[in-house]
């Protein structure tokens, strides 16, 4: 019976370590964007990035971070940091040659490798989006 509650009481331990507090939001992300409007210039050379447009700031959970990869291929992710991500100030608020840094916890992410963490404290990648191209089209959707 002790072992009972002992298993019982780590169980409940560890359940309360994973609060839903420690993971980006999920949210319903529908939006088609003109490449070759002004806003988005920056995109046309790859390794750019944009991400402080009124319109991608309005969608995702902290806005969204658009990289032009190579070629054809673009990543799309959400600014809200991993790293304790409910905090109100836990978003990328720069992002310099393909590395997008959170001002709140000094974390950075690598947007050429799916947003992967650079550095502590974050250990989880940037939350990305899913995205297709058809001329200057992009449609980002989840």
Do not use: W
């Amino acid at each position: 019976m002790k072992s009972s509650i002992y298993i019982f009481s780590i169980s409940l331990l560890i359940a309360s370590c994973n609060s839903k507090d420690n993971y980006i939001e999920e949210v319903y992300v529908n939006i088609l964007i003109d490449l070759s409007l002004p806003e988005y210039s920056d995109l046309q050379v790859s390794g750019n990035s944009i991400f402080d447009v009124p319109l991608l700031n309005e969608e995702g959970v902290e806005g969204i971070i658009i990289y032009h990869g190579v070629g054809d291929d673009y990543k799309v992710y959400d600014r809200n940091c991993s790293y304790e991500p409910s905090l109100a100030c836990s978003h990328i608020d720069s992002v310099n040659a393909g590395i997008a840094y959170c001002g709140c916890c000094t974390s950075a992410f690598l947007l050429e490798q799916d947003g992967a963490a650079a550095n502590a404290p974050a250990l989880l990648p940037l939350k990305q989006y899913h995205s297709s191209l058809q001329g200057s089209q992009m449609h980002i959707y989840n």
